[in-house]
Structures are given as structure tokens and as C-alpha cells.
């Protein structure tokens, strides 16, 4: 509870600082100005997404030599959005993507590397994709601000993901500690899944692809209230923008998207109050793909609770806990 707090509060907070910054008039106009068919097309798209999302997963469990129903994934992964978007609940959506997945049947420490692994495969996506576009985001901010912030958050992203492949390498007398053991553990996996292109493209190449498109969908709300970007340069930005949110010291990264996308379309003269707006009616199209999930999240547990926790197993869906895949 006091980590939700300070969330909570840090997001109120760099909202505020952003809000007074502006005309509050004008931040009404630029919303009163939205057109509702863009907005409403964003959440089809998204809520559409969670789906290609749910597939990915299925692709991590296949480096486990696991088969999990895609309809299963897609189930969890809506829970998960619905904790992560929409409901401001001190239990994340990950971790509730790792209950669920561990209730149906999973070893706890596989259930957990799934879903720490598909989200890796995400970030590390993410910035290859920053990367491709650094050249542009180079020439956009020349002699506006210094690039190296951006080129130092994607070499450490892809400094981080390359450590972790070779955790488990370092000398025995390491894993004395649980965090450490722990780690190693989760670096074999890593490997495994990253190592193996017949797993690691498609999950990377996925992957890719969502952002891409959520890149879109940011152009698209762009246009429904008539901020003249291209779609190119959306997908170019939105990528480094995505990466600042997902720092966790905000709730889903309200506040610290805000700022993001003010700096970044600013580069290429958006206003500011056109980008708060943007950014603000971005995470309220977010918000609402998550809702979705509570609906699924009360009607699988309603489900489970009849069945007595086990119509997964008794179905032949999931495999049942046991030995971890050689």
C-alpha cells in the first residue's frame, strides 16, 4: 500500500506541474476538439493487440517446451492489462499474469520467467526499435537539446539484456545468495528463449511489430485532433516516449508519458498543450482496453471456483506442475 501511495502520488504530481504549466482553457478546447471516431478506432486496435500480445506468449512457452492455449493466454494477458491500466491496485498486473498462470497448472519460478520474459522481449524490441530510429531523433533535437541521454538509456537497455544471458556464466561462488541463484536462473531461461531463433524471432519480430502499430495508434489520435505529424515520425518517437514510461515510480506512467511526449513531439513543433492532450486521451484509450479484463477476471474466477481450480488441468489445456524442461 505505501509503494501505491507514492505512486499515486508522484503521478498527481508531475501531472500538476505539467497542468499549471498550461492555459487550463486551451487544454479544454484541445480535448473538446477530439474527434470520438479516432479515440474509439485506438481502443479496437489496442484491445485487438492484446490478442497478437497473447500469441507472443505462447511463443515463450514454446522455449520451455510448454503448449499453452492461445485463448488461455489471451484470458491472462486481458487480467493483466486490466491490473496494469486500468485499476490503480497495489497488485500488478504481472504479478497477477503469474497467479493466474501458476493456478492453471505451472511450476511458480516458470510461471514467473514466462512473464518476466515476455516482458524482456518487449523492452529489448522496444529498444532495437529506439535504436533503429536514433539517427532521426539525432537530427530532430540537433541543437535543440543533447542526444546522449537517449543513446545512454538505449546502450544500457541492451547492456542490461546482454548481462543477463551471461548471468549464470559468473563463478560459482556468486550464487550463494538467493537474489543471485535466483538470477541465474532466470538468465538460462533467457537464453534459452533469445538464444534459439526459432523462438527469438518471432517473439522479437511480434514484438516489433505491437509497438509499431501502438506507435499508429498515437498518430491516429494525433489526427483526430488535427496535430499535423506524420506517421513516420510517430513511429520514430513514441518508441523512446514508451521506453521513459515504463521507469516505475508512476502508476501505468501517467506523468512521466506526459512529460515524455511534450519533450519529444516538441521537437517537432507540437505545441505542448497539444501533446499533454494527446498523451492524456493516449492513456484513457489505454485505460479502457483494460476494462475488458475485470469482466474476465470475474468470470474465470466465478469458473474456477466452481470447477474447484482444476477445469484447466481436467481440460488437457495446461500441463501440470512438475519438473522443469531439460
Not at 127 to 151: D, F, K, N, R, T
Not at 175 to 197: G, K, M, V
Request: hydrophobic share 60%; with cysteine.
Amino acid at each position: 500500500m505505501p509503494k501505491l501511495i507514492l505512486k499515486l502520488g508522484i503521478s498527481a504530481i508531475l501531472i500538476w506541474v505539467l497542468v499549471r504549466s498550461f492555459d487550463a482553457e486551451s487544454l479544454l478546447q484541445h480535448l473538446a476538439h477530439v474527434s470520438i471516431q479516432g479515440p474509439i478506432l485506438a481502443v479496437l486496435i489496442l484491445f485487438a493487440l492484446s490478442l497478437v500480445q497473447a500469441w507472443r506468449w505462447t511463443f515463450v512457452f514454446r522455449a520451455f517446451r510448454r503448449r499453452v492455449a492461445l485463448r488461455k493466454c489471451w484470458e491472462i494477458v486481458l487480467i493483466g492489462l486490466f491490473f496494469n491500466q486500468t485499476l490503480p491496485s497495489s497488485v500488478g498486473g504481472d504479478a497477477a499474469r503469474i497467479w493466474r498462470i501458476y493456478r492453471a497448472g505451472f511450476d511458480l519460478a516458470l510461471a514467473a520467467h514466462s512473464v518476466i520474459l515476455d516482458r524482456l522481449a518487449a523492452l529489448v524490441a522496444l529498444l532495437l526499435l529506439a535504436a533503429a530510429g536514433l539517427p532521426m531523433i539525432l537530427e530532430l533535437v540537433s541543437g535543440q537539446a543533447p542526444g546522449w541521454p537517449i543513446v545512454a538509456i538505449i546502450m544500457l537497455g541492451l547492456a542490461g539484456w546482454a548481462a543477463l544471458l551471461m548471468f549464470d556464466r559468473l563463478p560459482e561462488g556468486l550464487r550463494r545468495w538467493r537474489i543471485t541463484r535466483a538470477a541465474a536462473l532466470l538468465s538460462a531461461d533467457a537464453r534459452r528463449l533469445f538464444l534459439h531463433p526459432r523462438c527469438a524471432l518471432p517473439v522479437l519480430l511480434i514484438s516489433a511489430c505491437i509497438h509499431v502499430v501502438v506507435a499508429l495508434v498515437v498518430f491516429l489520435l494525433a489526427r483526430a485532433m488535427n496535430i499535423q505529424v506524420d506517421a513516420m515520425t510517430c513511429v520514430v518517437l513514441v518508441p523512446p516516449v514508451i521506453l521513459v514510461s515504463m521507469i516505475p515510480i508512476t502508476i501505468a506512467g501517467w506523468g512521466v508519458r506526459e512529460g515524455a511526449m511534450v519533450t519529444a513531439f516538441g521537437f517537432v513543433g507540437v505545441a505542448p498543450d497539444q501533446a499533454f492532450v494527446l498523451s492524456v486521451v493516449f492513456g484513457l484509450v489505454v485505460m479502457a482496453v483494460g476494462l475488458p479484463g475485470g469482466a474476465v477476471w470475474l468470470a474465470t474466477g466465478r469458473r474456477e471456483a466452481r470447477a474447484g481450480g482444476l477445469s484447466e488441468l481436467a481440460a488437457g489445456v495446461l500441463k501440470p506442475r512438475g519438473d522443469r524442461p531439460g
